[in-house]
């Protein structure tokens, strides 16, 4: 029964470096979100995996960002060539599904990133 | 682009009153969440309510819906101090399946 799991915790990197974000669902949820939340701002919706469909990435703010979801269970989000606006929380949630009853989010406690 | 607008941003209440958060949204939607936030992290999932309840209940929370006005109520009863947190409404709509629209959220301060 372990809940959703994020790495690293905390991520400090330097302008222009790329990172990694690792995202664990919780097991048997066939859906993952990828969300980040900027100072004092709401969630911003980033991309959506469910099962071997197409992943939605209509949320990636740019091409510097892209995610993986292998084998159906972990996901890793990659930033490439990050910038200072990059710095946020990125929270990582996953669902039974997508349909009724299957749709609610449990989110990981999120990985916070700051880019000098 | 974000959906929910939750009201007011700040709310600072004495333990053992009641707490009245809104959230208003602009578009059609499938249903209507609420989640709570401690300190900037993971957010924890309080109720979901369907676009054809107007009411649920959780324990101390009750949250209404009224899809005429786009609006939804969070109510806090008996508020503990264990309560302050950020908590924001969450919408999902039919033709984005999936994502979630956040508003900015509702910081809640229960003092002892």
């Known amino acids: 029964g372990a809940g959703v799991s994020q790495s690293p915790s905390n991520k400090v990197t330097e302008k222009g470096k790329d990172v990694e974000l690792r995202c664990d669902p919780i097991?048997?949820?066939?859906?993952l979100y990828w969300y980040r939340q900027s100072l004092g701002q709401g969630l911003e919706f980033l991309i959506y995996?469910?099962?071997?469909?197409?992943?939605?990435k209509s949320g990636l703010p740019s091409d510097r960002f892209s995610a993986e979801r292998t084998g159906g269970s972990v996901s890793t989000l990659t930033i490439q060539r990050t910038q200072q606006e990059d710095s946020a929380v990125y929270l990582c949630?996953?669902?039974?599904?997508?349909?009724?009853?299957?749709?609610?989010?449990?989110f990981g406690p999120g990985t916070r990133l700051l880019v000098l | 682009s974000q959906q929910g607008e939750e009201d007011p941003q700040a709310l600072s209440i004495q333990e053992g009153e009641n707490a009245t958060m809104n959230c208003s949204y602009k578009?059609?939607?499938?249903?209507l969440q609420w989640y709570r936030q401690n300190s900037g992290r993971g957010l924890v999932h309080l109720i979901l309510?369907?676009?054809?309840?107007r009411e649920k209940h959780s324990g101390r929370l009750r949250v209404t819906l009224d899809t005429s006005k786009k609006s939804s109520s969070l109510l806090i009863t008996a508020s503990r101090a264990a309560d302050t947190a950020s908590y924001f409404c969450?919408?999902?709509?039919?033709?984005?399946?999936?994502?979630?629209?956040f508003g900015r959220g509702t910081q809640l301060t229960v003092w002892p």
């Open positions: 995996f469910q099962g071997n469909s197409a992943p939605d």
């Open positions: 578009t059609s939607i499938n249903n």
């Open positions: 309510i369907r676009s054809n309840e």
């Open positions: 949630a996953s669902s039974l599904g997508m349909m009724m009853a299957r749709e609610t989010q449990y």
């Open positions: 969450a919408t999902a709509e039919g033709s984005t399946l999936g994502r979630l629209y």
């Open positions: 097991s048997g949820h066939t859906a």
